[in-house]
């Protein structure tokens, strides 16, 4: 392996990170979601926590959109 692979190497083992401007709308609908997620769990969301979650789940978990 040469000097150049592994430097692709160790960059793609870093996580990406980017910033997305947002409506005053869509800031204000996360943080219901997130007061709502707080309510129903009783705590904050974590990393790996669907930011759209099933109410009726007893666990966070991502909605299906299936009823």
Known sequence: ???QSRRLNRR???PRSRTVEMTPEVADALRQQKQLFKEK???EPGPDD???FDPDA???QAM???K
């Open 1 to 3: 392996m040469g000097k």
């Open 12 to 14: 793609a083992r870093q």
């Open 41 to 43: 769990f009783g705590r």
């Open 50 to 52: 669907p930011v759209l």
């Open 58 to 60: 007893d666990a966070p």
């Open 64 to 66: 299906n959109g299936e």
